[in-house]
């Protein structure tokens, strides 16, 4: 072999051995770091507003709140502070709800009050109210559950119930144990 062609010979398999390893070096460090989010990927927080949702035509709920952190696609989120909250019934308002907090996941419609809870059926000529510290809302199945203790008042008498779930639907209500006593008049 000539000189010339034992030089292109070396200089070709540095060439591939230099490659080779560019490669492997490559595959290990791939996935090492964390790429920044693409623009439109931060999440959304809101001040002061109204965050509501349809399902389908007729409106699921709506919450009037004092702070609201949305997920970057705008399909979950929580809202802190809800003062005036409604839930509907066959489109009409049926339930007024307050929370501290509320967990939403908006392709669902479904959501998770947490802290201190109200809730109070609309022009409700008894006032009839609970108050407890959790409830969840499912919004295929049309149920409301209050699975922690809570307190029915009815004027000044009060009744403590271990369980509570409101089926839409049905128009029908499950009550777990029972303490206390109060006198509810149609």
Request: proline share 5%; hydrophobic share 40%.
């Amino acid at each position: 072999m000539s000189g010339k062609k034992r030089l292109w010979r070396r200089l070709a398999i540095l060439a591939g051995t230099l490659f080779l390893v560019w490669v492997v070096v490559e595959i290990v460090l791939a996935g090492r770091g964390t790429p920044p989010l693409p623009p439109g990927q931060t999440p959304i927080d809101l001040r002061g507003g109204h965050v509501m949702n349809n399902h389908i035509s007729t409106k699921s709920w709506s919450f009037d709140y004092d702070r609201a952190h949305l997920s970057p696609d705008g399909m979950s989120g929580s809202v802190d502070g809800v003062r005036n909250g409604i839930v509907f019934r066959k489109g009409k308002p049926y339930l007024r709800i307050s929370a501290a907090h509320i967990r939403l996941n908006i392709e669902s419609l479904d959501f998770t009050a947490v802290g201190k809870v109200h809730i109070e059926r609309i022009n409700d000529p008894q006032r009839r109210a609970f108050d407890t510290d959790l409830v969840t809302w499912t919004n295929d199945a049309k149920l409301l559950r209050m699975d922690h203790p809570r307190y029915v008042h009815s004027g000044d008498q009060t009744l403590r119930i271990d369980g509570i779930t409101v089926n839409f639907d049905d128009n029908t209500i499950h009550l777990g144990k029972l303490n206390g006593g109060v006198n509810i008049q149609r």
